[in-house]
């Protein structure tokens, strides 16, 4: 019995402790468990998370094993090597995979029916991992994908065109990584063209911004990365914006990793495609209009994603 107030972290690092920390914050739940192969951090992280539960809303968060999570609703996926200095999110895809098919593997063992929620790199292989190695439904297992990557994309559109982040519509879709593009033929400022308003605001060619922009998102892990060792406040964010459209079943949008069978002409692999999120999961994979050029690029997004599912045999 899935008990939808309850969801569990599995990974205690940087990026499993932000997402539990903005969970708590956002009072969504009433119990969450954490996991960790370093059990006594699973503990220190649930201690010190816990007490600032006098500053938000009552819950109860511990450490536990995965008898614990059997009735988790959402399982949020953290655990795995982390992200080093000048290595891509595909240099992690061997090493992660293994990590990935043993958490599976417990999961399946205590017959866990909520949602999988994958947030380790590189997110869209280990979605497929997860996916295959689970035998769930497909709608059950999700990737974050590129929601941090849209958020960065609005982000800098609105610093750019001082304009209102959340007036900005606009998505980054594919592989979250290198290949990932920018669907630019649908960006609009509440309704207005892209293009249309960046001339109301004095440009007469953006072309070169969004240029700037486009790869300012792309690489925005390896700046910070190279900065301060690792990225975990935006994705903690981003993980709980899913967790919350799941729990709240709000069918909200957002360009997570799903399985794709047959939308753009592609099957076979996860990718970050504009999905409905709510209770069930990914709801519905959106096939939304993209221009030719952007077919292409995510087309070829597409088949570099394959080559690396080939080499750890997962096509």
């Known amino acids: ?43 220190g992280e649930a201690m010190d998370i816990s007490h600032g539960l006098p500053f938000a809303h009552a819950m109860d968060i511990y450490a536990g094993t995965y008898e614990d999570i059997a009735d988790a609703s959402v399982v949020i996926i953290t655990a795995g090597a982390n992200q080093k200095p000048g290595e891509t999110r595909l240099d992690l895809v061997h090493k992660n995979a293994k990590i990935m098919k043993a958490i599976i593997s417990e999961i399946k063992r205590v017959k866990c029916e909520g949602i999988l929620l994958v947030v380790s790199n590189p997110v869209d ?31 800098l559109i609105s610093e750019k065109l001082n304009v209102d982040s959340r007036n900005v519509h606009a998505f980054i879709a594919g592989e979250h990584g290198d290949s990932e593009l920018a669907v630019w033929s649908c960006a609009n400022i509440y309704g207005i063209g892209l293009e249309e308003f960046a001339r109301m605001k004095g440009y007469a060619d953006f072309e070169k911004e969004k240029d700037e922009i486009y790869h300012a998102v792309r690489d925005s892990a ?90 750890i045999d997962l096509l």
């Open 1 to 43: 019995m899935v008990n939808i107030q309850k969801a569990a972290v599995i990974g205690c690092g940087f990026v499993g402790s932000t997402i539990a920390y903005t969970l708590m914050q956002k009072g969504l739940f009433s119990e969450m468990v954490l996991l960790d192969a370093n059990h006594p951090k699973a503990e």
């Open 125 to 155: 292989i280990l979605t497929q991992v997860a996916l295959r190695e689970s035998g769930f439904p497909k709608e059950r297992v999700i990737g974050s994908g590129t929601v941090l990557d849209t958020a960065r994309l609005k982000y």
């Open 222 to 311: 390896y700046e910070i990365i190279e900065r301060k060792g690792a990225t975990y406040y935006g994705i903690g964010m981003a993980a709980a914006k899913i967790a919350e459209a799941i729990v709240r079943d709000s069918h909200t949008v957002a360009p997570v990793s799903v399985s794709l069978n047959g939308e753009y002409g592609l099957s076979g692999l996860c990718l970050s495609i504009p999905s409905v999120i709510g209770r069930g999961g990914a709801e519905q994979v959106l096939e939304i209009y993209l221009d030719r050029e952007e077919t292409e690029k995510l087309e070829k997004s597409a088949e570099e994603l394959k080559s690396v599912l080939g080499e």
